[in-house]
């Protein structure tokens, strides 16, 4: 019961903005872009880095069924991944969640997806812009080995500029580090 509570505002910010769909999208500056070179496979990703903190949070196919999920991405749901401090490698725990995005791109196959690579406050805003485009293109990259088309995902950096809890301790920030899924099309 302890563990739904800790879940339940996770849930309620996501089910928030996914009602919110008209967003600003910021332009990216010319100083914050990060090379396409870093291809992230299932041994690096099987490797997670264990010094970083992390936040405790359930899972959502912990709460839903599989078939859940399935259903839900049908609809063109894609879920969110969220990164320990400071790092851009996708956690195992994020695997399930990625396979479903992935199936949903491999299904429509004409879909254009931007991912968009968040940060929480900590650090100078030039670092956040280049580590959330770090997590973008990390989570493009594995996506791709799971067979969807990288042709058809853009990314964006928006660092930290938009938060999804603007609180100030590590449950904000765990929730603010995060790699978004907007469908710009299908």
Not at 75 to 84: A, E, I, N, W
Not at 128 to 145: C, D, F, M, Q
Request: proline letters at 2%; hydrophobic letters at 35%; glycine letters at 6%.
């Amino acid at each position: 019961m302890d563990r739904f509570l800790r879940f339940l505002p996770i849930l309620a910010i996501t089910l928030g903005l996914v009602s919110c769909k008209g967003a600003v999208v910021k332009e990216e500056s010319a100083g914050t872009a990060v090379p396409d070179n870093e291809i992230v496979t299932e041994e690096s990703i099987a490797a997670a880095d264990t010094d970083g903190q992390t936040i405790e949070v359930r899972r959502l196919d912990e709460v839903a069924s599989s078939e859940e999920l399935e259903a839900k991405a049908e609809k063109g749901r894609l879920y969110t991944v969220h990164f320990d401090f400071d790092k851009y490698k996708i956690k195992a725990e994020y695997k399930d969640e990625l396979k479903h995005n992935a199936r949903w791109l491999k299904k429509n196959k004409g879909a254009k997806v931007r991912i968009e690579g968040h940060a929480d406050e900590r650090g100078e805003n030039e670092y956040n812009l280049a580590l959330g485009e770090k997590r973008a293109i990390s989570v493009k990259n594995y996506l791709a080995v799971l067979g969807a088309n990288p042709a058809n995902l853009s990314t964006l950096s928006y660092g930290e500029e938009k938060p999804l809890n603007t609180g100030h301790n590590e449950e904000a920030w765990g929730i603010n580090r995060r790699a978004d899924f907007s469908i710009l099309s299908k």
